[in-house]
């Protein structure tokens, strides 16, 4: 179990039986300075592009943008079961899942998708790949559970915790998150401060993945059933977008996950 870095993306080899993978920002049709694999079309790229795009990230793994199912984001907690019946929804932009952060799935006829640039993507599975879910971590959704939520509700699903399997993709690291106090506070409410180090008297540097790790933990995922990516979205320009480094100019990378079709 570990991410690897290819030509086209970060590929999280969690099982036989699931695709997972993260998009870098390599490979599109966009022009700077969304240049070039923009995901979003919420930034001001030319729609043509991020459509391109977004068949060029699926289609290198064998899948079609028909199947990928898509939220709306809103950094918090919210955790939907995808069905079929869902195929396409936002895979364009258009009728989005809203209001949601998190995506579980027992059908292999779904490719589950959502949008990154800094913000933790967790990824999850099962020893025998019965499930797999997508979660959108950023520090709002950290401080208000999302993973422990999820592994709540695959445990509802007779999947105990110790038998999940999860993976923690590209994101911003604690080389490059400078936090302030209510974040500070949100964290530690939850995490303790282990993933916060002190910058000075107002702002601490997060280790967000860490947090996450923390509290997966908590929920009875093992130790060693848990993998991180070893990139640092705002570290590497070459490779990602960075909201935090690029501010609102920037673009969006992809996360995605599905079981084999078969």
């Given at each position: ?42 930034v ?22 028909d ?10 907690n919210?955790?939907?079961?995808v ?13 989005s ?9 027992d ?8 949008g ?11 020893f ?29 699903q007779g999947?105990?915790p ?19 106090s ?11 401060s282990?993933?916060?180090t002190?910058k ?23 130790p ?6 070893p990139?640092c979205?705002?570290?590497?320009p ?8 690029q ?6 990378m992809?996360?995605?996950i ?5």
């Amino acid at each position: 179990m570990e991410f690897r870095l290819t030509e086209s993306a970060v590929v999280f080899d969690v099982h036989p039986k699931v695709q997972a993978w993260f998009t870098t920002r390599l490979g599109g049709v966009s022009d700077a300075p969304f240049d070039t694999l923009n995901l979003s079309y919420g930034v001001g790229d030319r729609s043509e592009a991020v459509t391109e795009n977004r068949r060029r990230a699926v289609r290198a793994f064998g899948r079609t943008l028909d199947e990928v199912v898509m939220p709306h984001q809103v950094h918090r907690n919210h955790i939907e079961w995808v069905s079929r019946q869902w195929r396409g929804r936002g895979s364009a932009g258009r009728d989005s899942i809203p209001a949601t952060d998190g995506f579980l799935s027992d059908d292999s006829g779904v490719v589950l998708a959502m949008g990154f640039a800094d913000c933790v993507p967790i990824y999850l599975t099962d020893f025998d790949a019965r499930v797999v879910g997508l979660l959108h971590a950023g520090w709002r959704g950290t401080a208000a559970e999302i993973q422990g939520l999820a592994v709540n509700a695959l445990n509802a699903q007779g999947i105990d915790p110790s038998r999940i399997l999860a993976g923690i993709g590209p994101s911003i690291g604690p080389c490059c998150y400078e936090v302030d106090s209510p974040v500070y506070e949100a964290i530690t409410r939850v995490a303790g401060s282990e993933p916060l180090t002190v910058k000075d008297g107002t702002h601490w540097w997060l280790d967000l993945k860490l947090a996450n790790r923390i509290l997966l933990e908590r929920a009875g995922v093992l130790p060693d059933h848990i993998v991180e990516a070893p990139f640092c979205t705002g570290c590497r320009p070459d490779l990602f977008f960075s909201y935090r480094m690029q501010g609102r100019v920037s673009g969006r990378m992809g996360g995605y996950i599905c079981l084999n079709a078969s």
